[in-house]
């Protein structure tokens, strides 16, 4: 026999159609009244010899018989009401754990410790006709979803499901949910997973999984905890919906807050927050940190003679040139119009020298036509300046621009480290 909790969605005539026990009823009843009608028709003798019987000598036996039969009958319309009577002044979700027996089920929850079983929930029986429905509901609900048993095998999934993972029923039944990982979940997320759903609570999160064609897409998922009638956790199930568009438009967000839309790499406001990043890390941990400002030389002369057309391409190669030779870990930046910043974590000037050189060089053979279709001559000029104990990175970007402009100063397409002179203002030293 099965049950189900919680009763509220059911009406009483609901009820007392579904109950095993009206039904004993309505049988009894009818037989009740049957048996009235034969014994009626049994006595219809007596009647006819004495009409309602013999007054004088007691003899009308169909009294005694009829009030036998209604007091049965009140007894059993009470002994099928009451339980009724009691379930509809309780709670939709209080009761009593009964069987159609009225036998008590063993109650959910750990009752170690001699606590007294909360008896106030209560199990009506479920039509097939109701599960038929519930079943439908889960099978075709607009949403993912998937149980596992305890020992984490696949025991349902529904339609949903199925269109959404790509796989047949068959293939995904009996295995493990890491079937569908794309590998790039983090191995922490899958710890706190497990730790909130064994503890007995929902676990929501984000996670990037894998279609049978092979296609990645997120999943925002709850995963909750079920128990069996004795409290113990039995299955998992898993309600899942595909976020992918949203992870989708989430990054093309991101990309427009952090990248330039001319050249592809970080804009300004990102720059500044990546290189103060950097710059905090170089102060805690007393590593070694250079800055490098680029600028293209005469930039507005290759504007005016061949065209702004030009002008930007030529600021997407150079972009693409200083992005192409720095290490993964290093940030380029537009700084400005036709300027450029090169954050280096873990170098020293030497360091940021050699690459500076190497950099200034590459540029210089970048080749673009020009509006006339001959080459256009690109140069850059370099300042760079190591990070100081005590920098902001105000004072670190202010350093590399002098050295930038002193560059400038001493005829352009050259590399110019900072000195204690140029960072205190005045001209100094150069490189
Ligand atoms: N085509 C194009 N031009 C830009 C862009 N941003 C800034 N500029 C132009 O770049 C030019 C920069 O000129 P200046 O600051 O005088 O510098 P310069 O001509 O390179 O001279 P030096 O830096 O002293 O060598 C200006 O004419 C700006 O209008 C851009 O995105 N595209």
Redesign the pocket.
């Known amino acids: 026999m099965r049950y189900v909790l919680g009763s509220s969605s059911f009406t009483w005539f609901q009820r007392l159609m579904l109950s095993p026990r009206t039904s004993l009823t309505i049988f009894l009843v009818v037989a009740f009244v049957s048996l009235t009608a034969v014994g009626l028709w049994m006595l219809d003798g007596v009647f006819a010899a004495d009409g309602l019987g013999d007054a004088e000598t007691g003899g009308n036996i169909f009294v005694p018989f009829l009030g036998v039969s209604l007091l049965l009958l009140a007894v059993v319309i009470a002994w099928a009401v009451w339980p009724l009577l009691r379930t509809a002044g309780a709670p939709a979700d209080a009761g009593s754990d009964s069987d159609e027996s009225g036998t008590a089920f063993p109650p959910r929850g750990d009752f170690s410790g001699g606590e007294t079983p909360d008896f106030s929930h209560v199990e009506l029986p479920v039509s097939e006709y109701a599960l038929e429905t519930y079943k439908a509901a889960v099978d075709h609900a607009p949403a993912a979803i998937m149980i596992t048993n305890n020992r984490g095998r696949i025991e349902y999934v529904n339609e949903a499901f199925l269109k959404t993972s790509g796989y047949s029923r068959s293939e995904i039944l009996g295995r493990s949910p890491a079937m569908f990982g794309a590998g790039h979940t983090r191995s922490e997320v899958y710890a706190d997973l497990w730790q909130t759903i064994l503890s007995g609570s929902v676990w929501r999160g984000e996670v990037c999984n894998r279609r049978k064609s092979g296609e990645e897409y997120w999943e925002n998922m709850a995963i909750s905890p079920l128990r069996d009638r004795f409290g113990r956790v039995s299955h998992f199930v898993a309600v899942r919906e595909d976020i992918t568009e949203r992870k989708g438009r989430e990054e093309d967000l991101r990309q427009l807050a952090q990248v330039d839309a001319?050249t592809g790499i970080a804009n300004r406001r990102y720059l500044i927050e990546r290189a103060e990043q950097e710059r905090r890390r170089a102060e805690r941990f007393g590593q070694p940190l250079a800055l490098l400002m680029v600028?293209?030389?005469?930039?507005?002369?290759?504007?005016?003679e061949h065209?702004?057309?030009?002008?930007?391409q030529?600021?997407r190669m150079v972009a693409q040139t200083c992005a192409g030779s720095v290490r993964e870990i290093d940030i380029v930046g537009r700084y400005?119009?036709?300027?450029f910043v090169i954050v280096l974590p873990g170098t020293l000037p030497e360091g940021a020298r050699e690459l500076a050189d190497r950099l200034r060089q590459q540029i210089a053979a970048i080749e673009i036509a020009g509006a006339d279709g001959m080459p256009v001559a690109v140069t850059v000029?370099i300042g760079f300046a190591g990070f100081e104990a005590g920098d902001k990175l105000e004072q670190l970007l202010a350093a590399a621009d002098a050295a930038l402009y002193r560059a400038?100063g001493l005829g352009?397409n050259c590399v110019v480290a900072v000195t204690d002179c140029l960072r205190k203002g005045p001209p100094g030293d150069v490189q």
């Open positions: 001319l600028d293209i030389d005469h930039f507005k002369s290759i504007n005016d065209g702004h057309a030009v002008g930007d030529t600021i400005g119009g036709e300027e000029s400038k352009r």
